[in-house]
């Protein structure tokens, strides 16, 4: 059973850096033809697809926010990162990892952006 967990740091201030961690247990991050994605939900907003990781090590982001966004992986740590950076107020969410095209999701971790 894989299982993914976020971690990240909570609270950050507007315009500086997230760095957020998921970390893959149960499974592994190069297993052919899964991609790995990071989604977030904005309070009282829907679910949005931020951007992937592919088994292959290819990234792909959602237009709004590649100029923003990095997705990335350490196949050792089986983790997989995601930084963005100059957050505003409206990038706080909870954001989740997950598998693209299954049930495999983490819980999620809350991020504020606020001074």
């Known amino acids: 059973q894989v299982q993914l967990q976020e971690s990240g740091p909570g609270l950050v201030k507007p315009s500086q850096t997230l760095s957020l961690t998921c970390t893959v247990s149960?499974?592994?991050?190069?297993?052919?033809?899964?991609?790995w994605s990071w989604v977030r939900q904005p309070p009282g907003k829907g679910l949005e697809w931020m951007g992937a990781?592919?088994?292959?090590?290819?990234?792909y982001y959602s237009p709004s926010l590649k100029s923003r966004t990095s997705i990335s992986r350490d196949s050792i740590k089986n983790t997989m990162y995601l930084q963005m950076n100059d957050l505003k107020v409206e990038d706080t969410a909870v954001y989740f990892c997950?598998?693209?095209?299954?049930?495999?999701w983490g819980r999620g971790t809350q991020v504020t952006v606020s001074s």
């Open positions: 997950k598998i693209a095209g299954t049930n495999y």
């Open positions: 149960g499974g592994s991050i190069t297993t052919s033809y899964y991609y």
């Open positions: 990781i592919a088994y292959s090590g290819s990234t």
